[in-house]
């Protein structure tokens, strides 16, 4: 029974955690909010990366606007918050850089953290499935973020292989232009010597 039931749970965590992760590609200097509903004592956390770990500003309101928390210049973090009240919570990436940005991040709301916080009425077995599961699902979205930038990898070494060969045609064709030049050069000298 059990085993069954921590099956289950993986199984949702898994595709909870695929379905609850996100991209934004943040253009210049700018600022992207995102807002979560939520009760006091809820619970909410989220986890982010950038590709290649460039710096962004993290900022967590409450609902007055209020910054709760704030994670300056960093290409990853995490954090998790209890609600002090009710209301629309915002969280914000801001790129101050001279470049876009892309943004890979997981937040967990008050549903998929209700299931964790109910923790303290289950058993020890209960508990610790649950730990799994929210375990498995940091995995889950960590890996989620590697192939998200193995693809941007992928795509920028197919792209310089791309200008690596046609920059080997163009140098070859040179090289071809400037050897027939040279014969023809060095015959037409000979050719006004009277040699050939």
């Known amino acids: 029974m059990i085993r069954q039931f921590a099956s ?5 965590g898994l595709f909870a955690t695929y379905a609850a992760a996100y991209t934004t590609i943040m253009n210049v200097q700018s600022q992207e909010c995102y807002h979560e509903r939520m009760k006091q004592g809820e619970h909410f956390s989220i986890t982010f990366e950038t590709a290649g770990k460039l710096p962004v500003d993290f900022v967590f309101k409450d609902p007055m606007g209020t910054a709760v928390y704030s994670l300056p210049h960093t290409g990853e973090g995490g954090y998790s918050y209890l609600a002090q009240t009710d209301g629309r919570h915002s969280y914000c990436f801001i790129n101050g850089a001279p470049h876009e940005i892309v943004v890979n991040f997981n937040p967990h709301g008050p549903e998929e953290e209700t299931f964790l916080a109910s923790a303290h009425d289950a058993t020890p077995a209960e508990t610790a499935v649950r730990t799994l599961a929210h ?3 940091e995995v889950q979205d960590h890996f989620t973020y590697m192939l998200f930038r ?3 990898h992928d795509k920028s070494v197919a792209d310089t292989q791309k200008r690596m060969f046609h ?8 090289l071809a232009g400037v050897c027939g030049w040279q014969i023809y050069y060095v015959r037409s000298l000979f050719k006004m010597r009277g040699v050939v």
């Open 8 to 12: 289950f749970v993986l199984a949702l």
């Open 150 to 152: 193995n693809d941007i």
């Open 135 to 137: 375990n498995v699902e």
């Open 167 to 174: 920059w080997a045609i163009l140098q070859t064709l040179a």
